[in-house]
T-cell receptor, first 116, second 115 residues
């Protein structure tokens, strides 16, 4: 199998606080993990790509100081939304792949973030 | 930039019929394609993939067809069931060396199965 989990599945926080989302590959070692953001009835937008032990590569327009990514092990990556604001409310989804090049990405169930 | 697009935003089919979901991709250099299914409030679920050295690949009740000449990808679902109702995304990937491969997702098409 290729199971990816995310925690929490849903989070509500106050504006100005930071929120950490965990992404875990449960039955395989993930060379690469990806973080996406999805607005209602829209497609997935890639935010950043991370490899274990390396700095994440952010897509154009994504603030790296706002969305901190840590890929500490081959099974865990975290996304921290710092100083969250209402416009950060969204559905955040991670994915993981076994290989470095053109390997299938397996997605987590997503985390619904609501910033009040 | 390059993008992957879908012809129709919604598709309604009768239960038991076959479904065909189409996708046009614009980057002729893409050489890896995936179809994902996303149910409401959940993450995308891998359905089937195909590499550019193939033009057809079959899975369980699903078939993906790739026409590189016209840059067209399709997903065929046999004997569509109510559980197939979801949003379907096609995604493409460019060949890369020395860097992570990224997927570019299409806009998504909603499949609605009528009982």
């Amino acid at each position: 199998g290729a199971v990816v989990s995310q925690h929490p599945s849903r989070v509500i926080c106050k504006s100005g606080t930071s929120v950490k989302i965990e992404c875990r590959s449960l039955d395989f070692q993930a060379t690469t993990m990806f973080w996406y953001r999805q607005f209602p009835k829209q497609s997935l937008m890639l935010m950043a790509t991370s490899n274990e032990g390396s700095k994440a590569t952010y897509e154009q327009g994504v603030e790296k100081d706002k969305f901190l990514i840590n890929h500490a092990s081959l099974t865990l990556s975290t996304l921290t939304v710092t100083s969250a604001h209402p416009e950060d409310s969204s559905f955040y989804i991670c994915s993981a792949s076994r290989g470095f090049h053109q390997e299938t990405q397996y997605f987590g169930p997503g985390t619904r973030l609501l910033v009040l | 930039g390059e993008s992957v697009g879908l012809h129709l935003p919604t598709l309604s089919v009768q239960e038991g019929d076959n479904s065909i979901i189409n996708c046009a991709y614009s980057n002729s250099a893409s050489d890896y394609f995936i179809w994902y299914k996303q149910e409401s409030g959940k993450g995308p679920q891998f359905i089937i993939d195909i590499r550019s050295n193939m033009d057809k690949r079959q899975g369980q009740r699903v078939t993906v067809l790739l026409n590189k000449t016209v840059k067209h990808l399709s997903l065929q679902i046999a004997a569509t069931q109510p559980g197939d109702s979801a949003v379907y995304f096609c995604a493409e990937s460019l060949p890369r060396t020395g860097a992570n491969s990224k997927l570019t997702f299409g806009k998504g098409i909603t499949l609605s199965v009528r009982p």
